[in-house]
Nanobody
Framework: EVQLAESGGGLVQPGGSLRLSCTAS????????MSWFRQAPGNEREGVAA???????SYADSVKGRFTISQDNAKNTLYLQMNSLKPEDTAMYYC???????????????????WGQGTQVTVSS
């Protein structure tokens, strides 16, 4: 069974940085699209960044230039480096994985069947 576990969240001041990790097991990592989503209380879950099985990357406009998604296939781990954090980045961040997702749909929640439990990111002074 596919299992995903996020870590690395915490409290950071505006302008600060955090690096999130997602460790994966139970599937062939190289065949899956991997992504980060986030959800604040009362808001919809939104796609933040994704990397396809061929290495293609997609970012939400709100994080372009600030966040970087990467993966280490040998460690079955996905990362999200978050720089220049803003209060509006505050949310629970989730890792998701699935196969056969067209590139243009990588940041759509409904395309993913496998999710981690999330890690909280709070940006506040």
């Amino acid at each position: 069974e596919v299992q995903l576990a996020e870590s690395g969240g915490g409290l950071v001041q505006p302008g600060g940085s955090l690096r999130l990790s997602c460790t994966a097991s139970g599937f062939t990592f190289r065949n899956y699209a991997m992504s980060w989503f986030r959800q604040a209380p009362g808001n919809e879950r939104e796609g933040v960044a994704a990397i396809d099985s061929d290495g293609s990357i997609s970012y939400a406009d709100s994080v372009k230039g600030r966040f970087t998604i990467s993966q280490d296939n040998a460690k079955n781990t996905l990362y999200l480096q978050m720089n220049s954090l803003k209060p509006e980045d505050t949310a629970m961040y989730y890792c998701a994985a699935d196969v056969g997702i067209p590139f243009r749909w990588l940041l759509l929640q409904k395309e993913y069947d496998n999710w981690g439990q999330g890690t909280q990111v709070t940006v506040s002074s």
